[in-house]
């Protein structure tokens, strides 16, 4: 055989790899203490780099590197602690923290779900959005902290005194979801279908300790406000009986008021499992045709803009329990003194989109100091 011939298998040799969901699968059945580390598209000479880095660490690390969807980077199956050092190291060479780490043990489902999803042709998370038939395998692959939105609520101290953290929520971006899908999310309809596909992936990690700190922060100040699924959520939670406003609250939209009857159910059912209810999506609009005072929910959040200040909006106010609202959306201080002279306690910051996992506080005056608060023990596990 000749040299060009030599050259030529050598090439073909090099250009193949095994299947990724093949090696993935073999990974997994021995998950214990492993990893696998994700390195995204970079410029050539870069990627080269980090090429030799991950075939140099699975020296040590063990594992397979292996070519990723959308020219991203794996090593598949890495001893934990090398792969760490690994990913700091490669870190470092690009110059931010990009690189991805999963563990086998705790994210087995979502790793298989990605090398379907490569498999099927449909780009990654970190590509310009998936097919629409791998739409599904993508959602189930897409790392929730990149669309999660974390806000911290505020319950303002009627003598004056500086306002304290009262609670969290956490919410799926639709802005930044919306750009992962690409073509995709201009389609609202397919926009709704994923994100309600991953609020209730979000229901289910919160359960799981690994995940939970990730998503939620260090401290927890006061109820977990959560998006739940339009169907009623299954097994009972550990929050005790009898409802009120307890330690989860499961978030709906305003649409579910349609049906007076099947939300008094469902908040029924709601409180089976320790979980109050909380209706979202109110505006001025809203108010002028609802009896808010007579929905069956725990909470009211209501999102503020200037015409909640005209009469009917008013009006509508007045007969609802002050202690029932939320007030989303506060971005001034107009929005705070209307808040206050209304006798509303509880606030959030804008409802605008914050970066995926970042935490939004109130950029208003500073009687929203966050100092002095103890912070809640982290909730039980959610039903899921």
Known sequence: MSEGSNSTTAAAAAGFQTPLLAVMREALRNPMGRVALRVPAMPPHRRRVARALLQEGALAAGGVVLDGPNEELLLIGAEAGRAV????????????????????????????????????????????????????????ALPLERVVRRVTGMRLDPSGGPARPAFLRLSIGRQPLACLLGGLGRDADLLDHATRTLAARLLIAIGDPSQRRELMGSSLPGPLHLPVPPAPLSGRGDGG??????????????????????????????????????????????????????????????????????PAAMSA???ADPGRIILAGVCDDVALDWAGNCGLRLLEGPAAEAGPGLQVALPVSAALSAANFQPAAAPARPAA
């Open 241 to 310: 009986s009898g409802g009120g406003r307890g330690a989860l609250v499961a978030t709906l939209g305003l649409e579910m008021a349609a049906n007076p009857a099947a939300l008094q159910a469902r908040r029924e059912s709601l409180a089976l499992q320790g979980w109050a209810l909380e209706l979202e999506g109110i505006d001025a609009a809203a108010l002028r045709l609802l009896a808010i005072e007579a929905l069956p929910a725990d909470w009211l959040r209501i999102t503020w803009s200037p015409a909640l200040a005209a």
């Open 85 to 140: 050092r690994l990913r700091g190291l490669i870190d470092r060479l690009i110059g931010s923290q990009v690189t991805g780490l999963w563990s086998l043990e705790r994210d087995a489902a979502a790793l298989q779900a990605y090398a379907t999803a490569a498999e099927a042709g449909a780009p990654g998370p970190t590509g310009t959005g998936p097919a629409l038939a791998c739409l599904d395998a993508w959602l189930r």
């Open 317 to 319: 106010l007045r007969r």
